[in-house]
C-alpha cells in the first residue's frame, strides 16, 4: 500500500510529472486501485448561489467584476430555490451538492443565510459543500455546526506564478482560510487550475502545496482553465492534454487517499482523454450543463463516455 505523505519536494513532484508518460500512468493506476474502486466515480453538482460583481481580480474569472464577460450577476438565493435544484440534483444522481458563491469574503448575515441551506440540503440526505470565498474560524464554525461536509477554496496554482492570476488577496490568505475550515471539523475541497500559461515546475508547486498539508484534502479538484471571453486569459494557447494526465497522475501518486476530481473544462475534452484522466486516478466529476456560469459536458455526453468505460456513478 503506499504510503501517505506529508514531505513532498517540488523537485520530487516534478520528476513524478516527468516520469515516461507510460510508467507515471501504470503507478498513479496502481495506486489508484489500492483505495479506490477503479470503476467508479463520485458525482457532485454546482449550483451558482450568487452570480457576478466579484470585487477580486482573479484572471480566469468570469465572475470578477474586473472583466467584461457580458454576465447577469444576481443576488443570494433563497434556501427554497436551493433545495429545489438540489433535489433536481439527487434526482440526476449526484451525492453531493456543492453550492458557490461569488463572494471576496460573505459578511456573517451572508454566513448565517448559507448555514441554513447547507442543514436543508444535507436533510436530503447529500453531501453538502460550498464555496463563498475567505472565512474566519467564527465564520466556519457557523458552517459547520449547520453540519457542512466540505469546503472549497482552491489555491489555484503555485506560489511563485500566484500573483500573476490574482492581486487582490494573497496566498497566506487562501491558506488561513483552509487553516480556519480545517480546525472547524469541515473536510476540505481544494486544488487548482492547469493550462493558465504555468510552467510544469508551477504545476509541481501547486502539487506541493496541496501535498504538503497534513492531512491531505480529501478532495483535490484540478480544473482546466475554461478560456472565458472578455477575461484576460481568453486566448492563451490549447493546453496539451496529456499534461493534464501527468498531472492528474502526480495529484493521485502524492495524495493517494485523496478524492481527485476531473472539474472544469470537461466539456473540450474527448471521450479518450476522459478516459486516460480516469485511468490516472481521476475519480469524481461535476454533473450537469453547467458549473457555475460556464458550460459543463452534460449528462448525455457522461452516460455516453462512462458507459464505456463500465464506470458508473458512487451511490
Ligand atoms: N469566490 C469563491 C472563491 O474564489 O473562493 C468561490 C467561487 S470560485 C468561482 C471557485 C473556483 O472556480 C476558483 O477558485 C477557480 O479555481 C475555479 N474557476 C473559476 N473560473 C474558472 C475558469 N474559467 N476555468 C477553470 N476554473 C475556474
Ligand atoms: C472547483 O474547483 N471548480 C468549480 C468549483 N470548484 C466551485 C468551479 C469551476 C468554475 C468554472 C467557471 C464557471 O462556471 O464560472
Ligand atoms: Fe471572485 Fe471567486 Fe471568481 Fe475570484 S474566483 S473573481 S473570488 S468568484
Redo the contacts with the bound molecule.
Sequence with gaps: MSLIRHDWTVDEILGLIERPFHDLLADAHNCHVERFAAHEVEAAK?L?IKTGGCPEDCA????SAHHNTGLTPSPLMDTDTIVTAAVEAKAEGATRF?M?AAWRAPSDTQVKSVAESVQAVGELGMETCV?LGMLTSDQATVLADAGLDYY?H?LDTSPDFYGQIITTRTYEDRLETLANCRDAGIHL?????VGMGETRRQRAGLLAQLATLDPHPESV???LL?Q?PGTPMDSLPEFPPLELVRTIAAARLTMPASVV?L???RASMSEELHALCFHAGANSI?LGE???????NGSDADHEILGQLDTALRV
Design positions: 454546482l451558482s480566469y474569472c468570469p465572475q456543492c458557490g464555496t472549497n482552491n475541497c481544494t486544488g487548482g487550475i479538484p484540478i480544473n475554461i472565458v476530481r472539474s472544469a473544462g461535476f453547467r458549473l457555475l456560469t460556464a458550460s459543463n
